[in-house]
């Protein structure tokens, strides 16, 4: 649900309240109120306006209206519902387009106790009662206000949902908010809804149960009078998110008071890209104390992770990361312990990265990019606008001055000729220079100018297939891709390019994944990138997983679009054959999507081993973390995770993942994923006290 808000909002929880925070039926107002019959609201993201919602109401008959525009792409709907005395949706249309112009044609209808769905999943049937309710996959965010309405009409708060799982609402808190128009504070009741995806959905109802608005961290949608309360909501969402996942980490940090001694292992060693013969590695606090013989009796001084001969490896980085509290959790659970962060806003980021080292939340090292867009009507909501060259210039000195940031990464609405001037400044405080290829600029010119590192795989490639005067900062620089498909890898224009890379030692960040969602995946079939583990997701993922990033008109364009990816699979080829380095990232959020994007990495040219060693001890001597972590060896930082199979026989191995460490801290994902819906992968190890 909400997919089709933004690639970068994925959802990914229950909260717990007391007794007393529990909406009780017989006096909730919501049970009994009459909502109005027009309603306005506007869509902000990181507070700026691009959009809105409008419903027309009448009796039990919805029409609702939705739209918005950010990074010069956007959703838009249409709904048509009619709901039960009781709120539950009985029939319900929604038309339109999702966020990368996939085409939406939903459609529930409820009559004679039968229940039948269609949507971009397939669709299904079942029983249908009072005590159930259709989540709709590419419903507008008003949507959460009928859940809450059937919800707290509900005697226990909670409904069985179709196609799967339950729905429930819990109270949160309730808040003043100044209204533009009402002359005293509007009181806002905060509920938590959970059981659609990973995480819970925060509303806002006002005291007769009407809605105010929905929250998120990065996104709000605000009745009109209250969009001034906009930054208050998204701190509110970002402090009950914190405090989720504060919980979180105090019940799944294992804290030992004695030395750790992980046993019976065989290490990865990248730079031999070989497995050691079994061994034991000893922790001291955050570091590795000694790696030693398996030990057969173990001591009553020491805590002995049993590794029952599974696989230690050392951590991974994801590169293309846009960092959350959610992300950064389920991150680490899945071995990868630091991240390249490629835009964010500062004050999010940069508490996330506190929080993360004082461990109170749990989450990678993070390396931070200093974001920069241009100002125009297609421009980013993330990260710091410029509307001249000096302005782009002054934040870089900003972003310098802050500390802490070691590129910067420069959007497509920057204009091209800024370029130079936005580089010398960059390298006269010591940072690299990366991002997307300007609109109506050249790759090669870019580069020429000072880039060392390309954002993206399709904003170089389209550079060889689009005209200068084509503008990559609408949607056209994902549909433009169709292109590839005739493109001539031995042409001149290609040539110069990968010359210009070897010769100036510029790197890649190709997001092979997003890429291969976006080109091969179709309505009704799991996209390829989540086959292996998309039976242990919750049914909101997994009905996610089965629809398209794009629209696909027709049969050509189906073949354009699979043949565009397995260009871009086989430019990636050269480029290692040429030496060109590639780093990988997934600007998917990471996690099981880095799993599959290194998976992908072994399709253009590399072993098992040289993936894994990419990923690890290649990343962090790129990112000059070389000599204290990358690797599993005496005196290092403790980075490392355990499968019990063997990945460089088959690299899947590594998307079953029993222990992390991190800074020396242990995590068991077995004891993590239940708390996401999601079904663990493998049994937590033995662990033996010493005691």
């Known amino acids: 649900m909400f997919k089709h808000l933004t690639l970068s909002l994925l959802c990914i929880g229950i909260f717990g309240c007391s007794p007393n925070d529990k909406p009780q039926t017989q006096d909730n107002a919501a049970t009994t109120a009459t909502a109005p019959r027009s309603e306005s609201y506007a869509v902000l993201f990181g507070g700026n306006n691009v959009g809105e919602l409008k419903v027309a109401r009448d009796s039990n008959q919805l029409n609702i209206d939705y739209g918005y525009s950010n990074n ?38 409820a009559e004679n106790g039968k229940a039948t769905w269609q949507d971009a999943a397939g669709g299904g049937e079942a029983t249908f009662s009072d005590n159930a309710i259709y989540v709709a996959q590419n419903a507008s965010p008003y949507s959460l206000y009928l859940y809450a309405s059937a919800l707290l009409n509900d005697e226990d708060n909670t409904l069985s949902a179709l196609p799967g799982g339950t729905l429930r609402i819990e109270k949160q808190q309730t808040i003043s908010l100044q209204s533009t128009t009402a002359g005293a ?97 000893l922790l001291n606090h955050n570091k590795i104390a000694a790696i030693e013989a398996v030990v057969q009796q173990p001591s009553p001084d020491e805590v002995v992770i049993d590794g029952n001969g599974g696989t230690l490896i050392p951590g991974l980085y994801e590169m293309h990361g846009h960092m959350s509290d959610d992300d950064a959790l389920l991150n680490v659970m899945a071995g990868v312990t630091s991240v390249r962060d490629m835009g964010n806003e500062m004050e999010v980021l940069e508490a996330l990265e ?67 001037a936005m580089v010398a400044e960059a390298k006269k405080h010591g940072m690299r220079v990366a991002g997307h290829i300007p609109a109506f600029s050249k790759v090669d010119e870019m580069m020429l100018n000072g880039y060392d590192e390309v954002t993206h795989i399709n904003q170089l490639m389209l550079s060889w297939v689009l005209d200068r005067e084509e503008d990559t900062r609408t949607l056209f620089r994902i549909t433009g891709m169709k292109r590839f498909a005739d493109l001539d890898l031995n042409s001149e224009a290609v040539k110069t390019s990968l010359d210009i890379m070897v010769d100036k030692n510029i790197a890649i960040d190709p997001t092979m994944v997003i890429h291969e969602f976006g080109l091969t995946g179709r309505n009704g079939q799991t996209r390829r990138g989540m086959i292996d583990y998309i039976d242990h997701m919750p049914i909101g993922v997994q009905r996610s997983a089965k629809q398209a990033l794009l629209n696909v008109a027709d049969e050509a364009e189906d073949i354009a679009y699979m043949a565009a990816f397995d260009k871009i699979v086989a430019t990636l080829s050269l480029m290692h054959q040429r030496g060109i380095f590639i780093v990988p990232g997934t600007d998917l959020g ?102």
Request: net charge neutral.
């Open 354 to 420: 506190d929080k993360i080292e004082r461990n109170v939340l749990i989450g990678p090292r993070i390396t931070k990019s200093a974001f920069i867009e241009g100002k125009s009507p297609f421009s980013n909501a993330t990260g710091e606008l410029a509307a001249n060259e000096q302005e782009a210039v002054a934040l870089i000195k900003m972003y310098a001055e802050r500390g802490g940031y070691h590129q910067i990464k420069i959007y497509s609405s920057v204009k091209g000729e800024w370029v130079p």
């Open 185 to 281: 504070p509007v009181d806002a009741i905060i509920y938590a809804i959970s059981g659609i995806n990973l995480d819970p959905s925060y509303i806002a109802l006002n005291d007769k149960g009407n809605m105010l608005g929905y929250l998120s961290p990065r996104f709000t949608l605000l009745r009109n009078d209250l969009v001034g309360e906009d930054q208050k909501l998204r701190e509110l969402a970002a402090e009950l998110n914190a405090s989720r996942f504060e919980a979180i980490a105090q019940r799944a940090t294992n804290t030992f008071e004695k030395p750790v001694r992980i046993n019976n292992v065989r290490i990865f060693e990248p730079q031999t890209l070989s497995l050691s013969q079994p061994k034991s590695v």
């Open 72 to 109: 010069g792409r956007g959703a838009s709907s249409k709904e048509r519902l009619r709901l039960s005395d009781t709120g539950l949706p009985l029939d319900w249309k929604i038309s339109g387009k999702t966020v990368f112009g996939n085409t939406v044609d939903e459609r529930f209808t």
């Open 590 to 691: 990471g996690a099981f999507e880095l799993h599959r994007e290194l998976e992908l990495f072994s399709k253009i040219g590399m072993s098992n081993a040289e993936v894994l060693r990419r990923a690890s001890y290649d990343m962090a001597n790129y990112l000059a973390y070389g000599e204290q972590l990358g690797s599993i060896e005496t005196g290092k930082l403790a980075d490392f995770f355990l499968v019990p199979g063997n990945p460089l026989q088959d690299l899947r191995a590594i998307k079953t993942v029993s222990m992390v460490a991190k800074n020396g801290q242990i995590y068991f994902p077995s004891q993590v994923y239940p708390e996401f819906g999601i079904k663990p992968f493998t049994d937590v190890p033995q662990v033996h006290y010493g005691d």
